[in-house]
T-cell receptor, first 115, second 115 residues
Framework: AQKVTQAQTEISVVEKEDVTLDCVYE???????LFWYKQPPSGELVFLIR??????QNEISGRYSWNFQKSTSSFNFTITASQVVDSAVYFC????????????FGTGTRLLVSP | EPEVTQTPSHQVTQMGQEVILRCVPI?????FYWYRQILGQKVEFLVS????????KSEIFDDQFSVERPDGSNFTLKIRSTKLEDSAMYFC?????????????FGPGTRLTVL
């Protein structure tokens, strides 16, 4: 079975601080996909990034960066120079490459960025 | 840009009543999903649907739940006799075939409150 663990329940930072959200996953499959979603207070799920298990290149998109390490089964997300608008719940998720590819979500990390 | 829509945005019902949550997936998508998020908790997979039948369902998706694609555009989730613990946000998602990964596009959710 697949499992995603986000050990950080809530993180509070002050604007302009960098913050890293941790994600550890478990799966026996060799082909899988990892995701990060943002859920702002309005409640919708906003897709941020997808990585497949064969691509361990780190990725940077503006203030966001992702560090995928298969050796430690981790897919961590860093926000550089955080802003108040980054305040949200962030979910890490896993999907296999078989069947209809349901998403297995972690429990989420609530990020509070204060001015 | 095409998007998944859901109605209503918020539904309040009495315990024991039947509710139908509606979703309009993206028009050329063929795979459909329902997920549930109890307030403050993680997003959980309920069911996937393809070719007019359930492809996979979770243990949450018991006999009280059913899904249907009554016409060419709508995808519905019915809860026959609601319980207090059914109160949650329900997300619909859809994806299309023909890609290495069938990326799921989420709707904005329906918040169900059972009194």
């Amino acid at each position: 079975a697949q499992k995603v663990t986000q050990a950080q329940t809530e993180i509070s930072v002050v604007e302009k601080e960098d913050v890293t959200l941790d994600c550890v996953y478990e799966t026996r499959d060799t082909t899988y996909y990892l995701f990060w979603y943002k859920q702002p207070p309005s409640g919708e799920l906003v897709f941020l990034i997808r990585r497949n298990s064969f691509d361990e290149q780190n990725e940077i998109s503006g203030r966001y960066s992702w560090n995928f390490q298969k050796s430690t089964s981790s897919f961590n997300f860093t926000i550089t120079a955080s802003q108040v608008v980054d305040s949200a719940v962030y979910f890490c998720a896993l999907s296999l490459n078989t069947g209809f590819q349901k998403l297995v979500f972690g429990t989420g990390t609530r990020l509070l960025v204060s001015p | 840009e095409p998007e998944v829509t859901q109605t209503p945005s918020h539904q309040v019902t009495q315990m024991g009543q039947e509710v139908i949550l509606r979703c309009v997936p993206i028009s050329n998508h063929l795979y459909f999903y329902w997920y549930r998020q109890i307030l403050g908790q993680k997003v959980e997979f309920l069911v996937s649907f393809y070719n007019n039948e359930i492809s996979e369902k979770s243990e949450i998706f018991d006999d009280q739940f059913s899904v249907e694609r009554p016409d060419g555009s709508n995808f519905t989730l019915k809860i026959r006799s609601t319980k207090l613990e059914d109160s949650a946000m329900y997300f619909c998602a859809s994806s299309k075939p023909g890609q290495l990964y069938n990326e799921q596009f989420f709707g904005p959710g329906t918040r169900l409150t059972v009194l």
